[in-house]
């Protein structure tokens, strides 16, 4: 697989990374690429919307079927530009600002120094 695109995350802090993108995969994937924990309560299955992502910069695959679905079912939760991450694909370099992370699992980030 060739990377034909540049997908950078906006955090909830205003931090931004960056990777490669892939038209093949959906936005959620390519967070996962990056180790980035963001919430997909249904495995990515266009059924909890917590994987939302807000469009900033870029084009993506048009919301299609289920998306479409959830967003007409739950339209006031559901912000101009947001998307699901489990269902939109990269169509050009794109930013997307994150809502929500996971918080950290503690038992995969180093303890605090003892007091
Ligand atoms: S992970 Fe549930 S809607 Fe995307």
Redo the contacts with the bound molecule.
């Keep these: 697989m060739t990377p034909e695109h540049r997908i950078t995350f906006v955090l909830p802090g205003g931090e931004r990374v960056d990777c490669d993108g892939y038209p093949r995969l959906n936005l959620?994937a390519h967070a996962e690429m990056m180790e980035l924990e963001l919430?997909?309560?249904?495995?990515?299955?266009?059924?909890?919307?917590?994987?939302r992502v807000r469009l900033l910069e870029g084009e993506c695959t048009p919301a299609r079927g289920d998306e479409v679905d959830?967003m007409t079912r739950h339209r006031s939760r559901f912000q101009r530009g947001e998307r699901?991450?489990?269902?939109a694909r990269p169509r050009s370099d794109v930013v997307a600002e994150v809502l929500a992370m996971l918080p950290a699992d503690l038992r995969d980030v180093p303890e605090d120094p003892p007091e």
């Design positions: 959620l919430p997909q309560k249904c495995g990515g299955q266009a059924e909890c919307g917590t994987c959830l699901l991450a489990c269902r």
